[in-house]
């Protein structure tokens, strides 16, 4: 370890305990042969309780790190295989796109798929951090690593190996793991600096004790004390080992921490900007209004033809008002326009004339028209609730109207809006919002977001959202609940907290021990031996990881 430390150049924890060990063993031996007092038994006690301290810390670190270990058991080992009447059972790596594949109940996924037959309900919890079970039919798509229920599946292969959900998932996690926050830069550095003052410390309190007329050996003991004792290592675990645990927290509650600065940075938000469609509504329309129930009903007979999404809507509404559809003839589909068709005897036409609302004509003459708007997700408003109870101001921003941008925030609830905002103008507005002095974070789904994601001080991809997106953001909502987002605010402001309590207590700790190693209070009969020294060092290596460890006991 020590010479890893040096050849990196990072001297540390086991450069210091080298150097202690190497010190009270040449002594020891020194003294073996000239008579004098030998450290044996404080060398033998200093090493057994360091293998202790280092194992109990290694125990605490694999279990925070357990994101990815839980990630890769929930592959299976072996697939099932469809050739013909029969069923194969193949290696994972031996599967192909195309393949079909059965799943028996209780069995997992193998790979990312599509129903082609059978009904059976999903466990996707681990992936998704979403507890309920999820309903699969025929055209329903699954994700590898999910638990099957007590239906059989079978299913068309689409993804396999690097290129599945539970794959891309587990390469976001190991980027997390890899990357640093700002306060596990100042640790490093801190450890760092630490590991020179004991050298300097030790060295310095080596000769002042000789020079005091102290035997060598009592200098040599006063060395190794103060090498002990200043090992950074609670400094260098106060903050990484927080930082493992909140990756692996944020994994089981269906969010992604792809850079930790990100999620530091998410405790100062104050400002969170939803694009609309995808995070706030479901992308399925509603009439919001209609002028008069005639034009409703003919443009539902009309629609009745055709499977667009507006159309459904219409159709909706006109059954929902108990409105009677009539029978229509000569329907044509005009695209990008509407439709058009006949209605006893009378020319109906439904679609847009260069306006937002829908326009309703007979004959060419307006008889009214309909306006629509994407339905509001179901935990919007929640989330939304939840944002305000923390003090964060919630705006949204769309290229809708402002009459559709006015409906949606008025129903949830939203401070401020942005209608009508082009794709290059989002950038401008999320600056716009930061030069109030607020931190903005940005949460969004498709590629005209990436630009505003990358602007703002907290960019969060929806994880149904687009490739672009993601790549922008530094945290990504594996399900598309905005109720996740003050999750991650709360995340980040335990975690922050955490990191200050282990960064306290391992710096206040070395600013009091390190003295009493030294022997300032020799002459009060107070001594730290190297044993004692060694105890009290790994003791505060288990403190901060067993405050560490507290984080898990947190709800989100």
Known sequence: GAAREIRARLPGMMTLIALAITAAYLWSVFAAFTGQQPLWWELSTLIAIMLLGHWIEMKAVASASGALKELAKLLPDTAEVIRGMKTETVSLSALAIADTVLVRPGGKVPADGVVLEGQSELNEAIITGESKLVSKTKGSEVIAGSINGDGSLTIKVTKIGEGTFLSGVMRLVKEAEASKSRLQILSDRAALWLTAIAVVAGTATLFAWLTAGAGVAFSVERLVAVLVIACPHALGLAVPLVAAISTTMAARNGFLVKRRLALEAARGVGVVLFDKTGTLTEGKFSVTRASSDEALALAASVDAHSEHPIARAIV??????????????????????????????????????????????????????????????????????????????????????????????????????????????????????????????????????????????????????????????????????????????????????????????ATGYNVVALPLAAGVLYAQGIILQPAFAAVLMSLSTVIVA???LLLRRQTL
């Open 316 to 505: 909706a509404e006109a059954t929902k008002r108990g409105l009677v559809v009539k029978e229509a003839r000569d329907y044509r589909r005009l695209p990008g326009v509407g439709a058009e068709a006949k209605i006893g005897g009378a020319l109906v036409f439904v679609g847009h004339r260069g306006g937002v609302d829908i326009v309703v004509e007979v004959d060419g003459k307006n008889l009214g028209t309909i306006a629509l708007a994407d339905m509001s997700r179901p935990e919007a408003k929640e989330a939304v609730d939840a944002l305000k109870r923390l003090g964060i101001k919630v705006a949204m921003i769309t290229g809708d109207s402002e009459e559709v941008a006015k409906s949606v925030a008025a129903e949830l609830g939203i401070d401020e809006y942005f209608a009508r905002v082009a794709p290059a103008e989002k950038v401008e507005k999320v600056k716009l919002l930061q030069k109030g002095g607020a931190k903005v974070a940005m949460v969004g789904d498709g590629v005209n977001d990436a630009p505003a994601l990358t602007q703002s001080d907290l960019g969060i991809a929806i994880g149904a959202g687009t490739n672009v997106a993601i790549e922008s953001a530094g945290i990504i909502l594996v399900r598309n609940d905005p109720r996740d987002i003050p999750k991650i605010l709360r995340l980040s402001k335990l975690t922050y907290t955490k990191m200050l309590q282990n960064l306290f207590w």
């Open 546 to 548: 067993a405050n560490a």
